[in-house]
Every structure is written in structure tokens, then in C-alpha cells.
């Protein structure tokens, strides 16, 4: 059974960090273009990172960048949000999700994950 189980939410201040980690079971993350997307209250869910199966590449939605990265851990089969510099407009529950990588079609194909995990909570506020 394909899962994803989001972890490392919580409250944080303005400026501090947090490290969220999406656990895969099932499937070997390797070998798929992993997403992190995030819902604020009100509004759609949006894609703000992802880590390409085949060749590491890393996309940053221009809101995170500088500030958030991506990566992975083939030993642990899981992948990783670092969150840097949190503003309260991050608040947000954070999803993870994982595709196989289509040809032609870079990790931030949005459009194309359809597996998710429970999300975890994120609130930035002092």
C-alpha cells in the first residue's frame, strides 16, 4: 500500500525554523518526483517545492525561495522540508507527494500528484 505520512509541524515564531519529513511506505522514493505543497485557511493548495527523481533538480516557488529547501534520504526512504526564516504567512498545513517523473514534465508539474498524505499543521506566529 502507497503512503505518505507528513511529520515535524508545530508552532514556531517569526523567524525561527522547522524541518518537516515525508515518510514513503509502499514505494521507493528514489526512483519519484517528490512535491511539497501547502493550504493556507481559505485558499487552494499550492505546489512551493519539489526534488526531481532523476536528477536531483530542486524548484522553489518564489515565496519560499531562499528560505525553504528540499531533499531526501534513500537510506530512510524519506524526504525533507527545511523551513528557514518562517514568516506568518507560512502558516499553512503542509502536504508531501510523490509522482513518477513523466518525459518532458519537470517535478513542479503541479498538476500531476495525486497521492498525499495527512499534511501536518504549521503556525508561525508570536
Known amino acids: 500500500q502507497v503512503q505518505l505520512v507528513e511529520s515535524g509541524g508545530g508552532l514556531v515564531q517569526p523567524g525561527g525554523s522547522l524541518r518537516l519529513s515525508c515518510a514513503a511506505s509502499?514505494?521507493?522514493?528514489?526512483?519519484?518526483?517528490i512535491a511539497w505543497f501547502r493550504q493556507a485557511p481559505g485558499k487552494g493548495r499550492e505546489g512551493i517545492s519539489c526534488?526531481?527523481?532523476?536528477?536531483?533538480?530542486?524548484y522553489y516557488a518564489d515565496s519560499v525561495k531562499g528560505r525553504f529547501a528540499v531533499s531526501r534520504d534513500s537510506a530512510k526512504n524519506t524526504a525533507y522540508l527545511q523551513m528557514n526564516s518562517l514568516k506568518p504567512e507560512d502558516t499553512a498545513v503542509y502536504y508531501c507527494?510523490?509522482?513518477?517523473?513523466?518525459?518532458?514534465?519537470?517535478?513542479?508539474?503541479?498538476?500531476?500528484?495525486?497521492?498525499w498524505g495527512q499534511g501536518t499543521q504549521v503556525t508561525v506566529s508570536s
Open positions: 507527494s510523490a509522482e513518477q517523473p513523466r518525459y518532458g514534465s519537470s517535478c513542479a508539474t503541479w498538476g500531476k500528484y495525486a497521492t
Open positions: 526534488i526531481g527523481s532523476s536528477d536531483d533538480m530542486t
Open positions: 509502499g514505494f521507493t522514493l528514489d526512483y519519484y518526483d
